[in-house]
């Protein structure tokens, strides 16, 4: 299914742009030029990014939630932190 008509974009290029480490609409619009006619796609896009995180997204959400403080104020260790990264990029 097409996500940018004025380029004809796929869901499916955009997925793969986001496996390559694109996590951003700005990136995606950089490997090809989705978003940067009409714009009328840029939501979607995002959508698709939000929902299907590539892996660049998930060490992201992994050192956030490693990062983030326990409620009782030490850090959070890996084994803590690391399920609820894998729920953040699912
Ligand atoms: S639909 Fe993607 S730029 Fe127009």
Redesign the pocket.
């Given at each position: 299914m097409f996500v940018?008509?004025?380029?004809g974009?796929t869901e499916e290029q955009v997925r793969e742009h986001a496996a390559a480490g694109a996590c951003t609409p700005r990136q995606i619009a950089s490997s090809c030029r989705?978003?940067?006619?009409?714009?009328?796609?840029v939501r979607r896009i995002q959508a698709l990014l939000g929902r299907e995180a590539g892996p660049r997204r998930a060490a992201v959400a992994a050192v956030a939630a490693v990062a983030e403080a326990a409620p009782d104020g030490r850090a959070r260790t890996a084994a803590e932190a690391l399920p609820r990264a894998g729920r953040a990029a699912a």
């Amino acid at each position: 299914m097409f996500v940018c008509s004025c380029f004809g974009v796929t869901e499916e290029q955009v997925r793969e742009h986001a496996a390559a480490g694109a996590c951003t609409p700005r990136q995606i619009a950089s490997s090809c030029r989705a978003g940067t006619d009409c714009g009328g796609c840029v939501r979607r896009i995002q959508a698709l990014l939000g929902r299907e995180a590539g892996p660049r997204r998930a060490a992201v959400a992994a050192v956030a939630a490693v990062a983030e403080a326990a409620p009782d104020g030490r850090a959070r260790t890996a084994a803590e932190a690391l399920p609820r990264a894998g729920r953040a990029a699912a």
